[in-house]
C-alpha cells in the first residue's frame, strides 16, 4: 500500500490549500470593508457643517450700516461664460455680526445687497487666500456704502499673560480719535493715548498689554474731548482683540464692539456712556423757556423758534423738566429721560399754552454725499395734521403726521422752494421760497404752530 501515504499527505495539502484560500479571501474582505469604513467617514467629514475645503478661506461679515437695515452678502465664481452666486451670510441685522464661513479663495466679487431695499448696496474684488481667515465690516450710508477687509489669520497670539490689541475705525464723518486703555478712572489730562489719531477707514497696527481690567476711552485726536466711553472691562491672556468704532448717525459720538479672533467669532456690543441732545422750542403759548436735568438747569431763556446747539450728556436717566422763565419751577414739562448711547437727539417743545409734550427725535448729523445737502421735515405744528411736503413744486413728502419726523433727503446744494400742503388736498398752508441749501451740510426744517398761522423754522444740524 505504498500510495497511501502519499494519498495522505496530499490530502491534508488540499485541506491546508483550502484553509489558506479561506483566510486570504476572509481577509481581503475585512480589508474592503475597512476601507469602505474609512471612505464613508471621510465623506461625512468632508459634508460636515464645519468643513472647509483646503482650497476655502473663512469670513464673517458684521453689519455696522448707518441707515440701511439688514444686509445679505454672496460672492462670484467666474468659470468661462459661467458666473454663479454663492450666498455666505443672510440677513445680517444692524449692529451684529455673522459667523464664519467658507469662501473660495482667489480674486472674485463680493455682493452686499440690503434685505429690506433688495437692491446691490456694494459690489467689491477681493483676494482670500488659500486658508485665509477674513472679516469683513460693512459701514457708512445708502448713499455712499463702503466696507473694510481684516485679516485675522496674521493676527498671531501674544505671549502667556498679556492680550494683543488693534482697533478698527469703520466710520464716516467722525473726527480723528485717540484711544486709551487705561486702568478705571485714570484721568487722561495726564496720559498719553495708547493708539492716535486714527482716521475714519483705518486699522491700527497690533499692541499688547498685560491681562486685567481697563476702561475705553476715545476723544478727538489731540484733545481731552471725551467722544466715547465704554466704561470697563476684563481681558483674559492669549485673548486677540480688534475695538472697532463705528458710528450711528452722529458726527461726534461713537460706539464700538470687541471682535474677537476665535472660532465662534466672538462679537460684543460696548455701547457709549455718552449722548447728545439739543433743545428746539416749538411751543408758542410760552414765550421764553428753562430746561433743566434733576433739578439743575441746562438751558435758559430759549425763546419761541429757538435752538441751542448740541450738549453733551450722560445716557443715565434722568428727570426733564421745562417750565416758563417768568415763573420757574412752575414745570410744564416733567418726565423722565434716558439718552442713546452715541446718538444725536432733538428734544422739541411742542403743543400749546396748558397742553405741552415733549418730543424727542433721533438725528442724523453725518455729512451727506459730496455735493449734496442732507434735508428732513418735522412736523410740530398744533392740530395741522398730516402735511404733503413738495420740493421744487414736486411731491417729496406724503402725510407727515404730527409731532414727527421725516426720513432724511439728499438734495443738490441749491436754491429750492418748499411748500406744505394738508394732507391730501390742494390747500397750502406754508410757502418757504428761495431756501438755500449748501453742500455737505444737513437741515431740520420744523412747522410749528397752528395751521392758520404755520410757521417753518430751517435749523442747520451739523
Known amino acids: 500500500m505504498p500510495s497511501e501515504p502519499n494519498e495522505m499527505f496530499g490530502g491534508k495539502q488540499r ?49 455696522f450700516g448707518v441707515d440701511y437695515g439688514a444686509v445679505n452678502v454672496a460672492f462670484d465664481d467666474v468659470s468661462g461664460s459661467t458666473t454663479t452666486t454663492t450666498g ?49 465690516i460693512t459701514y457708512g450710508v445708502s448713499s ?9 489669520d496674521t493676527f498671531t497670539q ?8 488693534r482697533v478698527a475705525v469703520p466710520a464716516i464723518g467722525l473726527d480723528a480719535l485717540d484711544l486709551y486703555l487705561t486702568a478705571p478712572g485714570v484721568d487722561l489730562s495726564t496720559t498719553s ?12 497696527a497690533t499692541a499688547d498689554f498685560a491681562v486685567g481690567t481697563y476702561q475705553l476711552r476715545a476723544t478727538v ?23 472697532a468704532i463705528y458710528t450711528i448717525g452722529s458726527n461726534k459720538l461713537a460706539n464700538a464692539a470687541v471682535l474677537k479672533v476665535d472660532d465662534p467669532g466672538t462679537f460684543t456690543l460696548v455701547r457709549n456712556t455718552l449722548g447728545r441732545y439739543r433743545f428746539f422750542q416749538g411751543n408758542p403759548g410760552y414765550s421764553l423757556v428753562n430746561v433743566l436735568f434733576n433739578g439743575v438747569v441746562g438751558l435758559s431763556n430759549v425763546p419761541f423758534t429757538g435752538a441751542s446747539g448740541y450738549v453733551g450728556s450722560t445716557t443715565a436717566a434722568r428727570t426733564l423738566t421745562i417750565s416758563p422763565s417768568a415763573t420757574p419751577g412752575t414745570n410744564v414739562i416733567s418726565q423722565s429721560l434716558s439718552l442713546t448711547p452715541a446718538q444725536d437727539s432733538t428734544i ?42 413738495f420740493v421744487n413744486f414736486q411731491s417729496t413728502i406724503s402725510g407727515l403726521t404730527e409731532r414727527s419726523a421725516s426720513s432724511y433727503f439728499d438734495f443738490d446744494a441749491n436754491i429750492y422752494a ?16 428761495n431756501i438755500t441749501l449748501e453742500a455737505n451740510k444737513v437741515y431740520s426744517i420744523f412747522l410749528v404752530g397752528p395751521t392758520n398761522a404755520l410757521q417753518g423754522v430751517v435749523i442747520q444740524d451739523n
Not at 451670510?89 to 464664519?100: H, L, Q, T
Not at 411742542?350 to 434735508?375: Q, W
Open 193 to 204: 493715548p495708547s493708539f492716535a489719531a486714527l482716521g475714519n477707514g483705518v486699522s491700527s
Open 348 to 389: 422739541m417743545l411742542a403743543g400749546s399754552l396748558g397742553n405741552s409734550v415733549a418730543v424727542v427725535l433721533p438725528d442724523t448729523t453725518l455729512p451727506s454725499a459730496i455735493g449734496k445737502a442732507r434735508v428732513r421735515f418735522v412736523n410740530g405744528s398744533i392740530g395741522g395734521g398730516q402735511f404733503d411736503v
Open 221 to 243: 485726536a489731540g484733545t481731552k474731548t471725551v467722544v466715547f466711553d465704554g466704561g470697563t472691562m476684563a481681558f483674559v491672556s492669549l485673548d486677540r482683540i480688534t475695538l
Open 88 to 136: 455666505f451670510a443672510s440677513n445680517v441685522a444692524r449692529e451684529s455680526a455673522s459667523g464664519y464661513a467658507n469662501v473660495h479663495s482667489g480674486t472674485r466679487s463680493f455682493t452686499v445687497s440690503s434685505v429690506s431695499g433688495g437692491g446691490s448696496l456694494l459690489v467689491q474684488s477681493l483676494s482670500p487666500a488659500v486658508a485665509g481667515k477674513y472679516t469683513m
Open 158 to 165: 501674544p505671549a502667556a499673560g498679556f492680550f494683543r490689541f
Open 15 to 63: 485541506l491546508l490549500t483550502v484553509f489558506l484560500l479561506f483566510e486570504i479571501t476572509m481577509n481581503k474582505r475585512f480589508l474592503l470593508q475597512l476601507a469602505a469604513i474609512f471612505s464613508a467617514m471621510a465623506l461625512l467629514t468632508s459634508c460636515g457643517k464645519n468643513a472647509s475645503p483646503s482650497s476655502d478661506a473663512t469670513m464673517r461679515v458684521i453689519n
Open 418 to 433: 418748499f411748500a406744505v400742503n394738508s394732507a391730501g388736498t390742494g390747500t397750502q398752508v406754508l410757502n418757504l421760497p
Open 144 to 152: 455712499s456704502p463702503r466696507a473694510m477687509i481684516l485679516q485675522e
